[in-house]
């Protein structure tokens, strides 16, 4: 099942012409670099006007029977805008019909799956004791346990987690999994040095973790409350991670970038 859902979100090279609707009479055409279930990369014919939310109308060639492309009507964000006019999109409020049809015509142009998923690289962009937020064109789905290598020059560590939240073409959150003491300890090392050393970006690949573990939900808990007991604080980004996970992704990474914020004044103040 998350082989299935993982290889959905690999992207399809594919040129599609691409109607784009704005606000008001606003139009625009373009055309489709690459296409995956959560979204897609777009040329622009010219550069769009600054839009908060676009319709795109295209067609999936070749999906029916007939030899007719199924036409798909979805509202969509820009996730980046790129050198001239390119840009990304996000799919956001997909039907299931929507999602349906892209599926099924994205499992016609994909490979067979490989026997393992590629490791994934990832961009670190929070951290805290319990959990990392970690940017990716390809995020795994929520629920997915995974394994994160995480190097720089002075060390290597493996830790696993677990997904709580995916942003497609965008990013995704993990929870870590400390199952034992002398993993927790690892982790701990880990970031007492990217925090000394200002490490902010080192280099970090991601893995799905196919193993059944039951216990690993345990494990998360107990580590919880044991840093509960022991700083007497909480870990904010586990919180948002846990309670946060279908806030649409603009209002969710506004809420990191506050809490990022004040844990950096807070952090300046005590060295002060």
């Not at 622009?44 to 007719?68: C, D, H, I, V």
């Not at 999109?89 to 799956?113: I, K, M, S």
């Amino acid at each position: 099942m998350m082989k299935r859902e993982r290889r959905l979100q690999l992207r399809v090279p594919v040129q599609i012409p691409v109607e784009c609707f704005g606000w008001g009479s606003r139009r625009y055409r373009a055309e489709t670099l690459d296409l995956c279930e959560g979204g897609m990369a777009i040329q622009f014919s010219e550069r769009a006007k600054k839009e908060n939310s676009l319709r795109f109308s295209f067609e999936l060639p070749g999906l029916t029977s007939q030899g007719m492309g199924h036409i798909v009507e979805i509202h969509g964000e820009l996730a980046w805008e790129g050198n001239g006019a390119r840009a990304g999109v996000r799919f956001v409020n997909a039907t299931d019909e929507q999602r349906n049809a892209l599926r099924q015509w994205l499992n016609t142009q994909l490979p067979e799956p490989e026997q393992d998923d590629p490791p994934v690289n990832c961009r670190l962009t929070d951290l805290s004791l319990g959990a990392c937020y970690l940017t990716t064109n390809s995020p795994f789905p929520r629920r997915t346990r995974v394994i994160l290598k995480i190097k720089t020059a002075a060390f290597e560590v493996r830790a696993g987690g677990i997904v709580r939240v995916a942003h497609p073409e965008f990013g995704m959150g993990v929870e870590f999994l400390q199952a034992t003491t002398e993993q927790r300890d690892q982790f701990l090392r880990m970031i007492t040095s990217l925090r000394a050393n200002g490490i902010e970006s080192p280099e970090i690949q991601v893995e799905p973790d196919e193993l059944e573990r039951p216990s690993s939900e345990d494990s998360v808990a107990l580590f919880q409350s044991s840093e509960t007991e022991n700083s007497g604080t909480e870990d904010t980004l586990v919180d948002l991670f846990r309670q946060k996970s279908e806030t649409p992704v603009d209002a969710f990474l506004e809420q990191m970038r506050a809490q990022r914020h004040a844990i950096e004044s807070q952090a300046a103040k005590a060295s002060s």
